[in-house]
Every structure is written in structure tokens, then in C-alpha cells.
């Protein structure tokens, strides 16, 4: 018997050796999403996925896993096993945000292995086309002169859209109304139908619509105007100084991947970031890649940290709380 039960335990032994011996990656990969499909997060996990299947030899799946500004889906990664095949992407309110906003059954900086910072937009303020102001200015007194009326669309409670609303709102000393989804995606489907009326979305989401006349256009939260869309003012020459937000996008593993892994697919990311064609798909998206050396695992560490400081004193200064 105990002859038997040794035999046993050095076969599993073997068996476990022999699985980790398997090279990475043996089978698919899965990217979570943690907002609807068709949205920012997702359009820009698709691009990446694309490339970095070819580089990896595996496929690279999206699986949307969508609710609570995204809280949701980045707890499924915090939880899956540390073996490479659950990728998480996230962005400023899913890592950032919503460690400020929401009590998280995860540490946003401790149980992940980041992967890369990958690129960053920042968002456009944008309106149904039947809103009648011609910019913003004339957004804002309308806004001001119909209080709690104005309906603004957002990921959730926390999401990126939403904290730039209730800033916007607080800067503009304004009272709107917040009508939440599951992502942008739905959100955009209800402002080009003109249920809602205005909505901050990143120039992933919004962009591609202004192109095609589905809404409007009025200010881009950033200092400098988007080289994909040069016609749309800044915040600062509409006439709101200094409402800056970037939302940037990372990829995280959980805490305690194995580091051949985390290189494997940091390697993957650096080569799909100087692929001209997703170069090319990103600016058209209003994307900045970042440059090399901001590449690496522990630029996007240091950068989520830097983020993690700033933001959640004021985010917490502005009373933003999940209702
Ligand atoms: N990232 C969200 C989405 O993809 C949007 C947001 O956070 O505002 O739907």
C-alpha cells in the first residue's frame, strides 16, 4: 500500500512538473473586458488581442464581463489562476477610479502583475444632434438654465465618464442628471438615438460618430487639440481651462504569474505597439501610444501608483459615491 501511495505521489509530482513544462502559451487566451462589448475598453482589447495572437501563436479572446463601472470584471482577473491565460485590461477608472469610489474585494495595486501601459485618449464632451447650442458656452447656460433636466449617459457610477461629468457639473456650478449603463457602448447607442443628451466619452467611442454626423461635438479634455479630429476645440479654448482627463489603458495579470510569463506577453505588447497597422488604427481612434520605455511592467506600476495618489484625494474631495 504504501508502496502504491508513493508510486501515486511521484506521478503527480511529474504530472505537475510535466504541466509546467508545457511552453506558454499552450491554449487559448482570454482578455476580460470589464464593459460592454463595442465600447472604448473593448474596441481597443480587440485591436490588441488581434496583434498579439500572431506574436503569441495562441488565440487571444475577449470575454465582456461587464457591470459596477467594471468592477466586476477586474475582480474575475484578481481571482483566476496565476497561470497567464486571464488577462485583464483596465484604465484610469477601473484601476484608479474605483478604488476611491467603491469598497473593492481586490488591492487595484498588490494582486495584480502588470503587463503594460499601452495607450492613453482623453474625452470628448459630446451632445445629441438635437441640442441646439452651438458651443460650449451656449452647452453651459443651457445646461445651467435647465437644472437637473440635462440627462448625461455614463459607464457606472465611477466610470470614466461619469467622474468627468460630476466634474464638469461641479466646475460649471450646474445640476444634471446621471443615467448610468453597462458601458459606453449602450450608453452611445441611446445619445445617437437621442434618449440622453450629452455625455464625456473617450475619443475611442465618440469619435468614429462625430465622423459619420451622429452627434456633436464640443470640447476635447485635453491641452492640446486631437491630431484625428484637429476641428474640436480644448476645454481651454472652449472656455472650461484645465478640465483635463486622460483615460489611459493597461493590461494586468493576477499576482503571482510567473515572470517568463508577464515578459512573454509584455514582448507581445511592445511588438503590437510598433506595428504600423495598429499604429495606424489607434490614431485614427484618437489613441498616444506611449514610448518604449514607458513599455515596461514597471513603468505602468509606477505610473497606476503616481495615478492612484494623485487622483483619489480629489476624487474623494468630490464626494463621488456609488449611490
Ligand atoms: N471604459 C468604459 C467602456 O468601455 C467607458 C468609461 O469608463 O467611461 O464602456
Known amino acids: 500500500m504504501r508502496r502504491l501511495l ?6 503527480v509530482v511529474l504530472a505537475a512538473a510535466g504541466a509546467h513544462a508545457q511552453p506558454y502559451p499552450s491554449k487559448p487566451i482570454t482578455i476580460v473586458v470589464p464593459f460592454s462589448a463595442g465600447g472604448p475598453t473593448d474596441t481597443l482589447a480587440r485591436i490588441m488581442a ?8 495562441q488565440t487571444v479572446l475577449v470575454d465582456n464581463t461587464t457591470g459596477a463601472a467594471g468592477t466586476v470584471g477586474v475582480g474575475r482577473v484578481a481571482r483566476a489562476p496565476a497561470d497567464g491565460y486571464t488577462i485583464g485590461i483596465g484604465h484610469w477608472s477601473t484601476h484608479v477610479v474605483n478604488g476611491a469610489v467603491y469598497k473593492l474585494n481586490y488591492d487595484l495595486l498588490n ?5 503594460a501601459l499601452f495607450a492613453s485618449n482623453p474625452q470628448l464632451l459630446v451632445a445629441k444632434k438635437a441640442v441646439a447650442a452651438k458651443d460650449l458656452k451656449e452647452l453651459v447656460s443651457w445646461i445651467k438654465d435647465n437644472p437637473d433636466k440635462v ?25 444634471v442628471q446621471f443615467i448610468p449603463y453597462r458601458g459606453a457602448a449602450p450608453a452611445m447607442q ?35 487639440r486631437l491630431a484625428a479630429a484637429p476641428e474640436i476645440p480644448t476645454v481651454d479654448e472652449a472656455g472650461l481651462p484645465g478640465l483635463y482627463i486622460s ?21 507581445a505588447v511592445v511588438e503590437a505597439l510598433a506595428d504600423s497597422t495598429v499604429r495606424e488604427k489607434f490614431a485614427t481612434l484618437g489613441q498616444e501610444i506611449p514610448p518604449p520605455a514607458q513599455q515596461t511592467p514597471e513603468a505602468l506600476f509606477a505610473y497606476h501608483k503616481a495615478e492612484i495618489d494623485l487622483w483619489w484625494p480629489l476624487i474623494k474631495a468630490a464626494g463621488i459615491k456609488v449611490e
Open 6 to 11: 508513493c508510486f501515486v505521489a511521484a506521478m
Open 190 to 224: 441611446d445619445l445617437v438615438a437621442g434618449q440622453i443628451d450629452i455625455m464625456f466619452d473617450q475619443a475611442a467611442n465618440s469619435l468614429p460618430q462625430v465622423r459619420a454626423d451622429k452627434i456633436k461635438a464640443y470640447a476635447v479634455t485635453a491641452k492640446t
Open 247 to 267: 483615460v489611459w489603458h493597461g493590461l494586468w495579470l493576477p499576482k503571482g504569474t510567473p515572470n517568463d510569463i508577464v515578459a512573454k506577453l509584455n514582448a
Open 50 to 57: 488581434d496583434r498579439m495572437s500572431r506574436t503569441l501563436g
Open 111 to 115: 494582486d495584480f502583475a502588470p503587463v
Open 151 to 175: 440627462t448625461v449617459g455614463t459607464a457606472g457610477v465611477g466610470a470614466a465618464s461619469h467622474v468627468s461629468g460630476v466634474y464638469f457639473a461641479q466646475k460649471i456650478s450646474g445640476k
